[in-house]
């Protein structure tokens, strides 16, 4: 059930939060796993695989026998004694005890091993790719903040130019706000500079130019979730999880099929003798059959040993997958409580840290204009209302981060 509702749950939030964006998205993420070499060599390994399921629960290729019985000595021929003949004749070794059955199921469960490990480097490629693009929206956004807080200094400087030039203003307060200015241009030629080398790593991710043009991280997702649902989804769907229980299903069969090597095997064969007329003869033809099994007395010295390898690593396997559910559970509820902490910072820089710096910015620029208060008091809200602003866009741009690498846990691929 959970397996159902968690990948709707995340369709959810990524819809809303690239409204009229998820196409592009979409495409973006369609773009990077098309081109990617590495998961086109894993594709290959998957079909390689998918073959030898056929070819693992094969029999051995039959034999054939051609052969002469019983030709004299002192005189060779076909027509001088009555027991002289030719032979051909086909056997056929038949494994016993279901060990093709067992071979078969151990193919099959490598191919689905080598499917989940595709899935994987799929869904940890794509929240790479994502990543970036959140990074790079981040990037962006705080452009636009700094870009009108520049604005707002930039007021500031003229209003204190003019003030300065009828008499009533400060040239130190002009100075202080041209500098507050440039370095407002500082961070911006350092935001850029990340911009063009992040918009290139996707570039290089998605193996050609993409565009991400017009994309924004919306604000009306960030909710509250709970943990519990979330672990439930992700052991029940991550590709680690099912690796390692196909790793422990395959331990199991080859102590089966070890053990199984006890059972003798089973040859069975059949030839046809031809004889030619004899003066002693009417040189009747004649066939044969035979069963042949072989006894397999020294399988047990053989096999014990690798018996017991078999048995070792089929503990390992269940402490591996036992040591994968409770590391998975940890970093899902880790998620989780950081999602729960965005959220609820979100929530506070939205409702009253940003209100209140702007209506502190406000009320410092009138009690300046009034005489009241100095200037410096009023760059300096301006610069707290700079920070606040970009850290409300960091923890939009953290929530999506860690709801993509809570998608990533479940082998979850292309996000619409």
């Known amino acids: 059930m959970y397996f159902r509702i968690i990948p709707i749950f995340f369709v959810l939030i990524f819809t809303a939060a690239f409204a009229g ?121 705080s452009i636009k903040i700094m870009e009108e807080i520049k604005s707002q200094i930039k ?27 440039n370095m407002v241009d500082e961070g911006l030629i350092s935001l850029k500079q990340k911009e063009r080398d992040v918009t290139s790593k996707i570039d290089y991710l998605a193996g050609s130019p993409v565009s991400i043009e017009g994309m924004n991280l919306h604000d009306d997702v960030l909710k509250e979730i709970k943990a519990g649902d979330q672990a439930a989804g992700v052991l029940s769907s991550n590709p680690d999880m099912k690796i390692l229980a196909l790793e422990k299903e395959i331990s199991q069969d080859d102590v089966s099929l070890k053990t199984r090597e006890y059972v003798p095997d089973m040859e069975f064969g059949f030839s046809y003798m031809q004889r030619e007329k004899t003066p002693m003869s009417k040189g009747d033809d004649m066939f044969s059959a035979m069963v042949i099994f072989n006894i397999p007395v020294w399988s047990l010295s053989k096999n014990r040993p690798m ?3 078999m048995k070792n690593k089929l503990a390992m396997s269940q402490n591996l997958l036992s040591d994968r559910k409770n590391s998975l559970v940890y970093s899902v509820d880790s998620i989780t409580s950081r999602l729960n902490k965005w959220s609820s910072l979100y929530v506070l820089y939205k409702d009253q840290i940003i209100p209140q710096a702007e209506l502190s910015v406000e009320t410092s620029h009138s009690q300046h204009m009034a005489g009241t208060r100095e200037f410096m008091s009023v760059i300096d809200g301006i610069r707290m209302l700079l920070k606040y602003k970009i850290d409300m866009s960091m923890v939009k741009k953290e929530y999506y981060a860690d709801m993509s690498e809570l998608h990533m846990l479940t082998g979850g691929e292309i996000l619409k």
């Open 155 to 181: 007021l500031f400087v003229d209003s204190e130019i003019a003030a300065n030039k009828s008499g009533t203003g400060s040239l130190s307060n002009v100075i202080k706000a041209n500098i507050e200015y």
């Open 307 to 309: 018996v017991e390898e």
């Open 21 to 141: 964006d998820a196409e592009q998205f979409q495409e973006i993420q369609k773009t990077v796993l098309a081109n990617n070499s590495k998961i086109k060599a894993m594709e290959q390994e998957v079909h390689m695989y998918r073959n030898q399921i056929s070819s693992s629960s094969a029999l051995e290729d039959p034999k054939l026998k051609l052969g002469v019985n019983n030709v004299p000595i002192t005189n060779p021929g076909f027509k001088m004694d009555s027991m002289t003949s030719k032979e051909i004749g086909i056997s056929q070794m038949i494994p016993l005890g279901g060990k093709l059955g067992l071979k078969s199921a151990i193919a099959e469960k490598k191919y689905k091993i080598a499917q989940e490990r595709l899935r994987k480097e799929k869904a940890e490629l794509l929240h790479m790719a994502r990543m970036n693009i959140y990074e790079l929206l981040y990037i962006r956004e």
